[in-house]
């Protein structure tokens, strides 16, 4: 009996679980899509296009 309740707490909130994973990763891929985008954009790093 308990484990069908159990079961049945993890089954309806599963989903808003999942969910929240989904949006905490998404929002780590952004934070490293900005800082390679900073790391790029720094001034120490030469133009590509610049030859020596």
């Known amino acids: 009996m308990r484990d069908e309740q159990e079961d049945r707490l ?3 909130g599963r989903a808003k ?6 949006q905490l990763l998404g929002r780590i891929m952004q934070a490293f899509c900005v800082l390679h985008r ?6 120490w790093n ?3 296009s610049c030859r020596r």
């Open 10 to 12: 993890w089954q309806s």
């Open 17 to 22: 679980t999942y969910d929240q994973i989904d």
């Open 38 to 43: 900073i790391s790029w954009s720094a001034p």
């Open 46 to 48: 030469p133009a590509p």
